[in-house]
């Protein structure tokens, strides 16, 4: 996907670069155009078919925060990339209203919560076929898909609205290495091990792993993203699964602690 920054004579709107945060307002990309201010737009074939209103709170703001935050993780964006992932906040945004896709309703706590804390996970992503489970509104499924577009990432989630964004989120962003399964974890059976699993408070260990442990092998990384260091849900973990490693993550802009618990299975 190769962005082309928009010309502003031709398509007849203010699409000036922001002088303060040095984002532009409006870019255009295979399919379709993104705009980043009091409009965040897309349009499927261009400006002539008229642009349909995504949200109105996906601000220079969010651009510069992530941006920003990005960086700090020590995550360099492309230009692409970070256009996605804005081009996601706003259909996360508008779809939250009438599905209930996260309980963090305000735009500006998106950012941190959602995009950044699903791309600190990011430098301990490993193989090439990974599965989020209990995925709901696509974190950090879909980010992760932005980020490793030559890997296969699939998010499994039992609410058909939570999988219907999933789907248009795919057909939106033309994210063709993502795949969205609808399904309870413990009905769902892969054609082969996936090389990781994640989830972001899912559910405790015990019952992450013993409802994954049939989409892994000992090979697989189970990756389960947590708040304060769960050593409670450590003493149930199931005897065939052990802690490998347990990373303290800094997230830019989100206050309390983050970890995240890299487990294996012994067999």
Same mark, same amino acid.
Request: charged letters at 25%; a neutral charge; hydrophobic letters at 35%.
């Given at each position: 996907?190769?962005?082309?920054?928009?010309?502003?004579?031709?398509?007849?709107?203010? *699409?000036?670069?922001?002088?303060?945060?040095?984002?532009?307002?409006?870019?255009?990309?295979?399919?379709?155009?993104?705009?980043?201010?009091?409009?965040?737009?897309?349009?499927?074939?261009?400006?002539?078919?008229?642009?349909?209103?995504?949200? *109105?709170?996906?601000?220079?703001?969010?651009?510069?925060?992530?941006?920003?935050?990005?960086?700090?993780?020590?995550?360099? +964006?492309?230009?692409?990339?970070?256009?996605?992932?804005?081009?996601? +906040?706003?259909?996360?945004?508008?779809?939250?209203?009438?599905?209930?896709?996260?309980?963090?309703?305000?735009?500006?706590?998106?950012?941190?919560?959602?995009?950044?804390?699903?791309?600190?996970?990011?430098?301990?992503?490993?193989?090439?076929?990974?599965?989020?489970?209990?995925?709901?509104?696509?974190?950090?499924?879909?980010?992760?898909?932005?980020?490793?577009?030559?890997?296969?990432?699939?998010? +499994?989630?039992?609410?058909?609205?939570?999988?219907?964004?999933?789907?248009?989120?795919?057909?939106?962003?033309?994210?063709?290495?993502?795949?969205?399964?609808?399904?309870?974890?413990?009905?769902?059976?892969?054609?082969?091990?996936?090389?990781?699993?994640?989830?972001?408070?899912?559910?405790?260990?015990?019952?992450?792993?013993?409802?994954?442990?049939?989409?892994?092998?000992?090979?697989?990384?189970?990756?389960?993203?947590?708040?304060?260091?769960?050593?409670?849900?450590?003493?149930?973990?199931?005897?065939?699964?052990?802690?490998?490693?347990?990373?303290?993550?800094?997230?830019?802009?989100?206050?309390?602690?983050?970890?995240?618990?890299? +487990?294996?299975?012994?067999?």
């Amino acid at each position: 996907m190769r962005p082309v920054e928009r010309n502003p004579e031709q398509a007849g709107d203010n *699409s000036a670069r922001n002088t303060r945060t040095g984002f532009a307002h409006s870019w255009r990309y295979a399919g379709g155009y993104f705009a980043v201010d009091d409009s965040f737009e897309k349009t499927r074939r261009g400006p002539s078919v008229g642009a349909k209103r995504l949200s *109105s709170m996906v601000t220079p703001q969010h651009a510069q925060e992530l941006s920003t935050g990005a960086r700090e993780l020590g995550i360099d +964006l492309s230009p692409a990339q970070h256009e996605q992932l804005l081009a996601y +906040l706003a259909l996360l945004i508008k779809w939250n209203k009438a599905y209930n896709l996260t309980a963090v309703r305000n735009p500006d706590e998106m950012v941190s919560r959602h995009l950044l804390d699903s791309l600190s996970v990011v430098p301990f992503i490993e193989g090439t076929r990974w599965i989020d489970v209990g995925s709901g509104g696509g974190m950090p499924g879909i980010p992760m898909a932005i980020l490793f577009p030559e890997r296969e990432v699939a998010l +499994l989630d039992s609410n058909g609205k939570k999988t219907r964004f999933q789907t248009q989120v795919k057909l939106e962003l033309k994210l063709d290495n993502l795949e969205v399964i609808h399904s309870r974890a413990e009905n769902y059976q892969p054609d082969a091990p996936f090389d990781g699993i994640i989830s972001r408070a899912f559910s405790s260990l015990e019952d992450f792993t013993g409802w994954t442990r049939h989409m892994g092998d000992v090979n697989t990384r189970w990756l389960a993203m947590k708040g304060l260091h769960p050593d409670d849900e450590l003493v149930a973990l199931p005897s065939d699964f052990h802690l490998d490693s347990a990373q303290a993550l800094t997230v830019p802009g989100c206050q309390g602690q983050r970890h995240l618990l890299i +487990l294996r299975r012994t067999a």
